[in-house]
């Protein structure tokens, strides 16, 4: 008799992972992925897996349920309820997934069926595990959209994939990963690809689902300040060994292993971007000291740029709309921006996907037209400019994209990747072209034989540090930064944050830091503009912003940051959760 077939409780943890080892077949050789891990999850338990990527976080979790590709062994133990759930057959399989553990994957738009509505995907989950008929499935599908607060279920019901946005995708995944009351919930990076507001109402959903249902949540991140939101336990992997474990507190509090101690001291902190601390609720408290400061910073940023001359970029009015084509209508991404951004500081750029902050990056190097307005870039009017005018613009703009894997060509070496803006800008060739690709290895921290290297043969850190040094080969006066470190790992984020403020440090130029990462922004700017809607709602000194956010929607985003302290993220969320209260009432 199977452990499922057993109607006396099973007393034990409700997960047992025991010396859990996966490896994959390379070029004839077992290449290990993970090694011989041990932990348990408890109902109504939270435990967090975290580590860079390439830890074996997320191979060792799908290897539970038999998610990896053929080329993959694994061996050791894993229970479910007290049975062995590794190496089940076929129709029991089908039944643990879905039915018993569900997974919450990273990409919702990936992981959804795009030709199928929503509706349909959770219907069929349902009529999959319990054999209902179409109209009892369908009202139980409309019961789970409504449980993980869509705002308008029927709608969602009957909407594909694409017609959802990314936070209303994530909601849908987690109501059909849902639908079948699962024991346990593995959740892989489910906010990455979120804005900071959405990420908190997912992690605030998912918080409550998992004290209402009862259900225990393995949650695998990297993201430190999402641990300590939503996880009670924690295990530490590096190179597919655990290195350390124990509760959230206690190793947030007093890590032990170097990597852990690594990993937390490389978490951007919103309000520690300067000397000192900055309290970022204590103005949404009502904080008189707080206003005073803000006041302070204010006067003190209006003094400096009041010497700073002529702004390197200057929006007036400006707005920006993508022209019609075909069928669809002209669009208006930004309407009646204005900002200023001058030599030697850097203005971080902010708010959610769709608020209009990449559009702003894209128009202030021609690559969309302006509609409205006066742009001048790096002393040239680009508001009707030509080919011939954006070509001289170019020679004065770098631009660092989010993905570098996807912004350098596959097919050249690292040091023609480099070369090709001086080659083409500049005309240098044979020694001088190598010596100046050598300086720029040199001042984005590579070695100088990474030269012949491709981009495969880097890692995602070494990757931007290439887009870096390819962007700074003409030494420009404006870099654009469009969330550059979105896509790396913590500690990797880290490295190169610190790069670009050294780099901007020394070299001077006017730096646009376009991010969704509040956190990340404040560790580099000097301003900050935010966004919603098309919109610039606010713009200052970032300890102005920071302090005393004078827009309801700029304190809504600064709520929403997690930091990586289990105490201070419990008063933040409370704070977070009288300030929604306070603004819905």
Same mark, same amino acid.
């Given at each position: 008799?199977?452990?499922?077939?057993?109607?006396?409780?099973?007393?034990?943890?409700?997960?047992?992972?025991?010396?859990?080892?996966?490896?994959?077949?390379?070029?004839?050789?077992?290449?290990?992925?993970?090694?011989?891990?041990?932990?348990?999850?408890?109902?109504?338990?939270?435990?967090?897996?975290?580590?860079?990527?390439?830890?074996?976080?997320?191979?060792?979790?799908?290897?539970?349920?038999?998610?990896?590709?053929?080329?993959?062994?694994?061996?050791?133990?894993?229970?479910?309820?007290?049975?062995?759930?590794?190496?089940?057959?076929?129709?029991?399989?089908?039944?643990?997934?879905?039915?018993?553990?569900?997974?919450?994957?990273?990409?919702?738009?990936?992981?959804?069926?795009?030709?199928?509505?929503?509706?349909?995907?959770?219907?069929?989950?349902?009529?999959?595990?319990?054999?209902?008929?179409?109209?009892?499935?369908?009202?139980?599908?409309?019961?789970?959209?409504?449980?993980?607060?869509?705002?308008?279920?029927?709608?969602?019901?009957?909407?594909?994939?694409?017609?959802?946005?990314?936070?209303?995708?994530?909601?849908?995944?987690?109501?059909?990963?849902?639908?079948?009351?699962?024991?346990?919930?593995?959740?892989?990076?489910?906010?990455?690809?979120?804005?900071?507001?959405?990420?908190?109402?997912?992690?605030?959903?998912?918080?409550?689902?998992?004290?209402?249902?009862?259900?225990?949540?393995?949650?695998?991140?990297?993201?430190?300040?999402?641990?300590?939101?939503?996880?009670?336990?924690?295990?530490?992997?590096?190179?597919?060994?655990?290195?350390?474990?124990?509760?959230?507190?206690?190793?947030?509090?007093?890590?032990?292993?170097?990597?852990?101690?690594?990993?937390?001291?490389?978490?951007?902190?919103?309000?520690?971007?300067?000397?000192?601390?900055?309290?970022?609720?204590?103005?949404?408290?009502?904080?008189?000291?707080? @206003?005073? /400061? &803000? #006041?302070?910073?204010?006067?003190?940023?209006? !003094? %400096? =740029?009041?010497?700073?001359?002529?702004?390197?970029?200057?929006?007036?009015?400006?707005?920006?709309?993508?022209?019609?084509?075909?069928?669809?209508?002209?669009?208006?991404?930004?309407?009646?921006?204005?900002?200023?951004?001058?030599?030697?500081?850097?203005?971080?750029?902010?708010?959610?996907?769709?608020?209009?902050?990449?559009?702003?990056?894209?128009?202030?190097?021609?690559?969309?037209?302006?509609?409205?307005?006066?742009?001048?870039?790096?002393?040239?009017?680009?508001?009707?400019?030509?080919?011939?005018?954006?070509?001289?613009?170019?020679?004065?703009?770098?631009?660092?994209?989010?993905?570098?894997?996807?912004?350098?060509?596959?097919?050249?070496?690292?040091?023609?990747?480099?070369?090709?803006? @001086?080659? /083409? &800008? #500049?005309?240098?060739?044979?020694?001088?072209? !190598? %010596? =100046?690709?050598?300086?720029?290895?040199?001042?984005?921290?590579?070695?100088?034989?990474?030269?012949?290297?491709?981009?495969?043969?880097?890692?995602?850190?070494?990757?931007?540090?290439?887009?870096?040094?390819?962007?700074?080969?003409?030494?420009?006066?404006?870099?654009?930064?469009?969330?550059?470190?979105?896509?790396?790992?913590?500690?990797?984020?880290?490295?190169?944050?610190?790069?670009?403020?050294?780099?901007?440090?020394?070299?001077?130029?006017?730096?646009?830091?376009?991010?969704?990462?509040?956190?990340?922004?404040?560790?580099?700017?000097?301003?900050?503009?935010?966004?919603?809607?098309?919109?610039?709602?606010?713009?200052?000194?970032?300890?102005?912003?920071?302090?005393?956010?004078?827009?309801?929607?700029?304190?809504?985003?600064?709520?929403?940051?997690?930091?990586?302290?289990?105490?201070?993220?419990?008063?933040?969320?409370?704070?977070?959760?009288?300030?929604?209260?306070?603004?819905?009432?």
């Amino acid at each position: 008799m199977s452990a499922h077939d057993n109607p006396t409780p099973y007393a034990g943890p409700l997960l047992e992972v025991s010396g859990l080892s996966v490896d994959f077949a390379v070029d004839g050789f077992w290449v290990p992925a993970a090694k011989d891990l041990n932990y348990t999850v408890d109902r109504g338990e939270s435990l967090a897996i975290v580590g860079e990527s390439g830890s074996g976080k997320s191979a060792s979790s799908m290897a539970m349920l038999g998610l990896l590709p053929k080329t993959a062994r694994v061996r050791g133990s894993v229970k479910l309820n007290g049975e062995e759930i590794l190496n089940l057959d076929p129709e029991r399989l089908r039944h643990v997934r879905g039915g018993e553990i569900a997974v919450i994957f990273q990409e919702p738009m990936t992981a959804l069926n795009p030709v199928f509505t929503i509706g349909f995907q959770i219907i069929e989950t349902l009529r999959t595990h319990y054999g209902w008929s179409p109209s009892k499935a369908k009202e139980r599908a409309l019961e789970l959209l409504d449980l993980v607060d869509l705002p308008d279920p029927i709608k969602a019901f009957n909407s594909y994939p694409h017609q959802l946005s990314g936070g209303q995708r994530q909601r849908a995944m987690i109501a059909q990963s849902l639908s079948c009351d699962p024991k346990l919930l593995i959740a892989d990076e489910p906010t990455t690809a979120l804005d900071v507001t959405v990420q908190a109402e997912i992690l605030d959903l998912m918080r409550d689902l998992r004290h209402r249902l009862d259900s225990a949540v393995l949650i695998i991140t990297h993201d430190m300040g999402v641990v300590a939101d939503i996880a009670e336990d924690i295990v530490v992997m590096r190179k597919g060994v655990i290195v350390e474990r124990g509760t959230v507190q206690g190793v947030f509090d007093h890590p032990q292993h170097p990597y852990t101690q690594q990993l937390l001291a490389a978490v951007p902190r919103i309000g520690v971007g300067g000397d000192e601390v900055i309290d970022t609720t204590a103005a949404l408290d009502g904080d008189t000291s707080a @206003l005073r /400061l &803000a #006041e302070v910073a204010a006067r003190e940023d209006a !003094e %400096r =740029r009041s010497k700073l001359g002529d702004p390197v970029l200057s929006f007036e009015n400006v707005a920006i709309e993508y022209p019609k084509r075909g069928r669809v209508p002209a669009f208006r991404a930004v309407d009646d921006a204005t900002l200023h951004i001058y030599r030697g500081e850097v203005t971080g750029l902010v708010g959610e996907s769709g608020s209009g902050k990449s559009t702003i990056g894209r128009a202030a190097i021609g690559l969309i037209p302006i509609a409205e307005g006066t742009a001048n870039v790096v002393g040239y009017d680009i508001s009707n400019a030509n080919r011939h005018l954006l070509h001289k613009v170019h020679r004065d703009v770098g631009i660092v994209f989010q993905d570098p894997s996807s912004s350098l060509n596959p097919r050249l070496p690292i040091w023609q990747s480099i070369g090709e803006p @001086l080659l /083409l &800008a #500049e005309g240098l060739k044979g020694r001088a072209l !190598e %010596r =100046r690709v050598g300086e720029l290895l040199d001042a984005v921290e590579l070695p100088r034989d990474y030269r012949s290297r491709y981009p495969h043969e880097l890692s995602g850190g070494q990757k931007q540090r290439i887009g870096i040094a390819r962007a700074l080969a003409l030494e420009p006066k404006l870099l654009i930064a469009d969330e550059p470190t979105s896509a790396l790992d913590v500690s990797v984020q880290a490295t190169v944050l610190e790069l670009l403020r050294g780099l901007q440090r020394d070299l001077g130029f006017a730096c646009l830091f376009i991010s969704h990462d509040l956190a990340v922004v404040d560790t580099l700017s000097d301003r900050l503009i935010v966004m919603n809607h098309g919109k610039i709602v606010e713009q200052g000194a970032t300890g102005q912003i920071l302090r005393n956010p004078t827009d309801p929607y700029t304190q809504r985003l600064i709520a929403a940051v997690p930091v990586p302290d289990p105490q201070e993220q419990k008063r933040r969320r409370e704070a977070r959760a009288a300030l929604l209260a306070s603004q819905e009432s």
